[in-house]
């Protein structure tokens, strides 16, 4: 749920940088701006969860044939699956960190939260809006302008009312001159006619559903913001002087209403009333059309890369179904698999599923529960890994092959009791010693020497991985070349630790090293 969540704020980062430049590019050509807005606070709730849950049925044309489908049918395509963008993986840095992000407990606790804040929110806007409706009775019917308003004492110009809107004005604007109360009637009128309070009504309901996120709280703002703009524009386009609205713009500030939070104001603070002047006072730019265009596809990108961020979890079809699978063939599975001399995997049966107990691993201790994929793969949620079992000549299970983030990891073979205790002791032995690996150094400068390619790889270790090297291509750029590094000692999962000083600052690296020298394992983390 906690790695989940984080995925959903890095979507609505993307959308909300997406709506940025959508914006900038409808001011260019004058057009509505509280649509990019209203979109990118629908995708920042919806994009993350039908992403990481929905699954589409392939359509009948791509169906194996009659024959073919009842012995295999079709299976649905996860929404997940089409991502490419690992970011909540791979940017997120979890590496040597107990799986607090999985953790059932801290889940439990996450989940509890969100549901309160949700009822919290709901029920403050129910005792608002009743507090509103009972202040409202105390309001005097009139007219401004041959129209029908509501007249308080310190709140509006203002449109309240979802089903049956009424406008609202303070008293002093009654006293003021005839063109200032067209202007402000001109204003609430439309607002009325563009229905902006069904828009920011909608836009509020969206955020009850996940009110933990920051981004799409900010993305209100700039949408309420972005509905005065759009108004400004319809009253000069009706035919508005701009030097008189502005004038009773700066009217209306200097005469602050009391601001209510649910409804479409004509005042805001006098910041942001000064760039609404600014807005209407600039003048069509150069090349508009142009620019606008140029935005457009910039912001169709960013969203496009919003829709391609990967949500936590594995990149195969998963279920929230576990698949039953006979017990004989969860029983030839159970046993000790090797990842390294001081590494291993041991699986269990519980019940109708099994367990795995990983030793020697950064990101996984302990016994953890496994969900069941297939017949021959399982996942492991706590490290987001998925194993697949596979068999010898003899057809008996030989091999584990783990998969982290959808990446290979390792191919760990099967061993027999008595390797399964040697390594267990080599572990304690090492965690013991405090002593480095032979030639752990030289596998240190292989690390940060990011090379790409295998040398120096054990052969249980995964392939190089492209998108890793490229990435650190750049974060080891920014920090320089290394000017030292100590030996740190060995940590509790038995691996070296050391701390590596650059020009520009410093990190950690871990390494788990083979018999003959050569890395099974390796990160860094920046300190």
Not at 380 to 400: H, I, M, S
Request: one cysteine or more.
């Amino acid at each position: 749920m906690l790695a989940w969540m984080i995925y959903a704020v890095i979507v609505a980062i993307a959308l909300g940088a997406a709506a940025v430049i959508a914006e900038q590019a409808a001011r260019r050509r004058r057009k509505p701006t509280r649509w990019p807005w209203l979109m990118a606070i629908a995708g920042s709730v919806i994009l993350p969860v039908i992403m990481a849950t929905v699954s589409i049925p392939f359509p009948v044309f791509v169906r194996p044939s009659p024959s073919a489908a009842a012995t295999t049918p079709p299976t649905p395509l996860a929404l997940r699956d089409t991502t490419t963008i690992p970011l909540a993986s791979r940017v997120i840095d979890w590496s040597g960190a107990e799986p607090y992000t999985t953790s059932r407990h801290i889940n439990r606790f996450v989940w509890d939260i969100w549901l309160g804040s949700s009822v919290t929110l709901m029920l403050f806007l129910g005792v608002s809006t009743a507090l509103f409706h009972r202040r409202k009775r105390g309001w005097v019917p009139g007219q401004l302008r041959g129209v029908p308003v509501l007249v308080s004492d310190k709140v509006g110009p203002a449109v309240v009312g979802l089903v049956r809107s009424h406008i609202v004005v303070p008293a002093w604007v009654m006293q003021e001159s005839p063109e200032q109360q067209r202007y402000v009637m001109a204003h609430e009128q439309s607002h009325l006619r563009a229905r902006d309070p069904l828009v920011v009504a909608a836009a509020a309901t969206l955020l009850l559903s996940m009110p933990w996120n920051p981004v799409p709280w900010w993305q209100f703002h700039r949408l309420r913001c972005a509905i005065e703009v759009d108004c400004d524009a319809r009253v000069l386009r009706g035919g508005g002087d701009v030097g008189d609205y502005c004038e009773t713009l700066i009217q209306v500030g200097e005469n602050q209403a009391e601001y209510v939070a649910a409804i479409t104001a004509m005042s805001e603070s006098m910041s942001f009333l000064e760039t609404r002047i600014r807005l209407m006072l600039a003048k069509p730019q150069k090349w508009a059309r142009a620019s606008a265009f140029i935005l457009v596809s910039i912001a169709l990108g960013v969203a496009a890369f919003a829709a391609q961020i990967a949500p936590p979890g594995v990149h195969a079809s998963v279920t929230n179904d576990t698949v039953a699978v006979d017990s004989a063939i969860l029983d030839s599975y159970v046993g000790t698999y090797e990842l390294s001399d001081i590494s291993s995997i041991t699986i269990r049966r519980k019940g109708d599923t099994l367990t795995a107990a990983p030793i020697g691993q950064a990101a996984a201790a302990g016994v953890i529960d496994v969900t069941t994929l297939s017949a021959t793969r399982f996942l492991v949620q706590p490290v987001d890994a998925t194993l697949d079992f596979t068999k010898g000549p003899d057809q008996r299970v030989n091999a584990v092959v783990v998969r982290v983030h959808g990446q290979p990891f390792a191919t760990a073979p099967r061993v027999d009791e008595a390797t399964a205790r040697q390594i267990r002791e080599n572990l304690a032995a090492r965690v013991r010693n405090q002593t480095p690996y032979p030639g752990s150094e030289k596998a240190l400068l292989t690390v940060l020497s990011n090379r790409g390619d295998s040398e120096g790889m054990s052969p249980m270790s995964p392939p190089p991985d492209q998108y890793t090297h490229d990435r650190l291509v750049g974060y080891y750029a920014r920090l320089g070349r290394v000017t030292s590094y100590r030996f740190n000692g060995v940590t509790d999962y038995g691996w070296d630790s050391y701390d590596v000083q650059h020009e520009h600052g410093a990190q950690q690296a871990f390494l788990m090293l083979d018999k003959d020298g050569l890395i099974v394992s390796a990160f860094v983390r920046r300190q």
